[in-house]
C-alpha cells in the first residue's frame, strides 16, 4: 500500500531538548510539507520541499529545522529555541505541477513535559 | 495573496439531516480547492477537489460540493448525515506562486446528533 508514515504517534520533548519527527512516503511524490496544528488555528506551513537537497521555509519556520536526503524522507527537527512546541505535526506529500494536490500522513502529537 | 474563510466553527446537526458547511475564499489568481476531513486525533484524509469542468464536484461518503465562481465559494454538502459523519472538515485552495501551496481555513466541527 502507498501512503504516508509518520512516527512517532506521541513525543514527549523535555525542557531545552531537541527531538525530531520521522516522515516517509512512498508514493514516488516530488513535494514533501511539513504543517503545525493549533485547535481553532488550521493548518500553518512550517516548511516545504519541492526536490531532494532543497527545502524552503514557510510561515512558521522558527524554532524548526528539516532535511531532504532523500525522496521519501523529509524529518522535522523540533528545536529548543521553539518555546511553545506543542501542537499535533502533519506531514504532507505532492506530485509537483500537478494541481498541489496533497495527502496527508496521521500525525505527531507533542507534548513538552 | 489568498485567502479561506470557514465561517462556522461548529455545526450540530440531526442524524439524517442534510448539512452544508460553508467556505469562501479570495484570490487574484485562479485557484484549485480542495475538502478535507480529519477525524480526531488523525491525519486529513481528501474528501473532494475542484480543478477544472463542471461546477458540481462528488466525493467520497457521499459528500458533494459546488464551486461558485461570482461568490467565490466552495460550500460542502450532504443530503444526509450518519453519526460516523462527526469530524472537522477544513476547506483549502491552492494557487501556483513558484510551487503550489495550500491556505487553510480555520475549519468547522460537524457534529451529528443521534
Known amino acids: 500500500d502507498g501512503g504516508i508514515t509518520q512516527s512517532p504517534k506521541y513525543l514527549f520533548r523535555k525542557e531545552g531538548q531537541n527531538v525530531t519527527l520521522s516522515c516517509e512516503q512512498n508514493l514516488n511524490h516530488d513535494a514533501m510539507y511539513w504543517y503545525r496544528q493549533d485547535p481553532g488555528q488550521g493548518l500553518r506551513l512550517i516548511y516545504y520541499s519541492q526536490i531532494v537537497n532543497d527545502f524552503q521555509k514557510g510561515d512558521i519556520a522558527e524554532g524548526y529545522s528539516v532535511s531532504r536526503e532523500k525522496k521519501e524522507s523529509f524529518p522535522l527537527t523540533v528545536t529548543s529555541a521553539q518555546k511553545n512546541p506543542t501542537a499535533f505535526y502533519l506531514c504532507?506529500?505532492?506530485?509537483?505541477?500537478?494541481?498541489?494536490?496533497?495527502?496527508f500522513g496521521p500525525g505527531t502529537r507533542l507534548l513538552v513535559l | 495573496a489568498q485567502s479561506v474563510t470557514q465561517l462556522d466553527s461548529q455545526v450540530p446537526v440531526f442524524e439524517e439531516a442534510p448539512v452544508e458547511l460553508r467556505c469562501n475564499y479570495s484570490?487574484?489568481?485562479?485557484?484549485?480547492l480542495f475538502w478535507y476531513v480529519q477525524y480526531p486525533n488523525q491525519g486529513l484524509q481528501l474528501l473532494l477537489k475542484?480543478?477544472?469542468?463542471?461546477?458540481l464536484v462528488k466525493g467520497i461518503n457521499g459528500f458533494e460540493a459546488e464551486f461558485n465562481k461570482s461568490q467565490t465559494s466552495f460550500h460542502l454538502r450532504k443530503p444526509s448525515v450518519h453519526i460516523s459523519d462527526t469530524a472537522e472538515y477544513f476547506c483549502?485552495?491552492?494557487?501556483?506562486?513558484?510551487?503550489?501551496?495550500?491556505?487553510f481555513g480555520t475549519g468547522t466541527r460537524l457534529k451529528v446528533l443521534a
Open positions: 484570490s487574484s489568481v485562479s485557484v484549485y
Open positions: 483549502a485552495v491552492s494557487a501556483f506562486s513558484g510551487t503550489y501551496k495550500y491556505i
Open positions: 504532507a506529500s505532492s506530485i509537483s505541477g500537478e494541481s498541489g494536490t496533497q495527502y
Open positions: 475542484y480543478l477544472s469542468g463542471s461546477t
